[in-house]
Each structure stands twice: as C-alpha cells, then as structure tokens.
C-alpha cells in the first residue's frame, strides 16, 4: 500500500523553479531515501509532502491526506525533522519532548523516549550545550513523539562522526521496525545503500532513477569485477564463453573478469571443475556512488565518507 504519492510535483520561487516535475511512491513500512546533488530540490520536495510549503502544481498525498489542505489531520500522523531544529538554545531536553509531546493526541511518554534514545542523562541539559549527536538524537526524539505512522528525516546524519552515524542508523531501523514509514533524505551513498529498501535520485527537479541500491548500482554498468591468480594455466576463451562474462583482462598473472549477475559463482564453478584455485581472489562491487555519478554527472556534495 502506498503511504506517499506525489505526482508531477512542481514548485517555484518566483521565478526559479525548484521542483520541475517529481513523482514517487513510498510504500507501508519501507525506509525511502531521497538522494540529489546540492540544489536539486529534495528539502524543497519533503516540505512540501510536509504541507510546509504549496506546491504550484501536481497532486500529494500522506496517508490518503492532502497536505495542505489537511495539514491539522497531517501533522498528527507524520513526524518531520528537518535540516535547523529551530530550537531555543535555552530549552532543556526534557523541556521540549513534553512541549512537542502537548502538540499530539496521542504522544509517546517523553521519559521513556529519553531512554530509547540514550538522552535519560541529558534530561536537564540546555539544547544549546548538546553535542552534535546528541542534537541528532533529540531531532528524532521530536520527530516521532507524536507516535506517526510516517516520519521524514532531512540530512540527519550530516556532520556526525562516524560512530554516531551508525548509532543513528540503528535507530532509523529501529524506528522503521517500529512499523513507521521513513523518508530519507541523504548525501551519504553508505547510508542509503545500508538502510533504504528504494531510492529516488533527483537532480534539478526531476527524478533521474528510482529503484533499489543494488539495482541502482548494478546499472551503473560497472557491475561486479573479480581478480585472481589461477592455480593453473586457464583457456581464456572458456571464461569469455560464460554469459555472465563481459570482458576479461590480464595483469601479469592475474586475471580481471568483469561481469554481471552471478558472476562469482559463474567463474568459481568453472574453475573448480577443472580443479583450478582462485588464489588471492578479490571481488568488487558496482556502488551506489558510482551509480550516483553516473547518473547525475557529478559528485554529492560533502562527499563520501567512511562510516
Ligand atoms: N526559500 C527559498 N527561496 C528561494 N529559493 C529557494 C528557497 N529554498 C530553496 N531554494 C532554491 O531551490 C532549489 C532547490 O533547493 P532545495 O533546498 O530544495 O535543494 P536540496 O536538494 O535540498 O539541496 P541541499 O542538498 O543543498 O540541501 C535551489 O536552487 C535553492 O537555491
């Protein structure tokens, strides 16, 4: 079942067109990453899913609501973290779980939320004396106190350290486990090859690729590249022979195969039928940030981080 359905999404400012024509759906339960080069239009889209902004043309709908038309019934069932909190420096943790938690019918208890989200020793600290992690985790503690049933996260894990990203990925599964719809937007190829079921690249407004990680990277055309040592001399030809094949190459004496599919299994079975080892066999995988390049022409941004 479709929880969001945009359809030729258009919006300007003024004269500058954001959003030029976007259409995707987000199914029940999945984790949907929205991926895009700076500028191409993505907060522009989640706000206006959000009924933050009005579009100037197409049809939205979350959870069979029209954003801004139904934005009071919207607001009780989708949780929204975007890119600045707008939180007073001032405010205590536990002060603004139970202020956001007053704006919902049915909220989680902000204390158990603390502790979910390892915040329980924070309760009384300051906003403005959180650490960037800490930030991030009181941004989803706000996001889903209302209890949604879809929850939007923009650029949640941009500028967190390594350890804090996957401490933040868990608690996006977490969430998502929970049986909460997740949009996600992301520059970080890594964090949507990990946590997204699908993902729609957008670049100047529109959307270039919609489909899977894998499938994403798997059309990059890079597909997957072996190399390795025969154990024993090798006719080439009963390589280039296997469809899964698609060129092979020689570095001294290795051999580089590039192929598609179950290219792996393809070449091991060859080779063991003629009882010939693979020694120091490595295996590459196409990525999603080649996709990503490819598709768009250019890089994302902060570029890609080690995780
Ligand atoms: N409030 C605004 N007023 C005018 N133009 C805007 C406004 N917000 C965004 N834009 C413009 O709309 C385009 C899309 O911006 P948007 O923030 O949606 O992109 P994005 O994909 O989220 O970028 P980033 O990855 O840098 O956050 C950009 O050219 C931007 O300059």
Redesign the pocket.
């Given at each position: 079942m479709a929880v969001i359905e945009v359809e030729n999404l258009h919006k300007r400012?003024?004269d500058?067109?954001?959003?030029h024509d976007v259409s995707l759906r987000v199914e029940q339960g999945e984790i949907f990453g929205i991926l895009?080069?700076?500028?191409?239009?993505?907060?522009?889209?989640?706000?206006c899913l959000a009924g933050l902004r009005p579009a100037q043309g197409g049809r939205i709908s979350v959870l069979g609501l029209d954003p801004v038309r139904d934005r009071e019934a919207l607001r009780q069932v989708l949780g929204v973290q975007l890119?600045e909190s707008g939180l007073p420096d001032k405010l205590k943790v536990r002060e603004a779980l139970h202020l956001y938690a007053s704006f919902y019918r049915d909220p989680a208890d902000p204390g158990e939320l603390m502790a979910r989200l390892g915040l329980a020793d924070k309760a009384a600290t300051r906003y403005k004396n959180l650490s960037g992690g800490q930030k991030q985790r009181l941004a989803i503690a706000l996001a889903i106190v209302g209890n949604p049933r879809v929850v939007i996260l923009?650029?949640l894990t941009t500028g967190l350290d390594p350890h804090a990203r996957r401490t933040t990925w868990e608690l996006i599964e977490a969430i998502r486990d929970s049986g909460v719809t997740v949009l996600l937007?992301t520059?970080f190829m890594e964090e949507a090859e990990r946590l997204c079921d699908r993902v729609a690249v957008?670049d100047a407004?529109r959307v270039i690729a919609l489909d899977t990680p894998a499938a994403l990277a798997a059309r990059a055309g890079r597909g997957q590249r072996m190399r390795f040592r025969p154990s024993a001399p090798l006719d080439e030809r009963l390589l280039l022979a296997l469809p899964e094949v698609t060129a092979l190459r020689r570095h001294g004496s290795q051999l580089e195969v590039t192929g598609t599919g179950n290219l792996v299994h393809a070449v091991t079975s060859l080779l063991a039928r003629r009882q010939i080892i693979a020694a120091d066999l490595r295996v590459e995988q196409g990525t999603l940030d080649d996709a990503f390049i490819a598709l768009t022409g250019h890089g994302h941004?902060p570029g890609r981080e080690a995780a």
């Open positions: 400012y003024g500058e067109v954001a959003v895009g080069p700076n500028g191409a239009g993505k907060t522009t889209t989640v706000e890119q923009d650029e937007v520059h957008i407004g941004g």
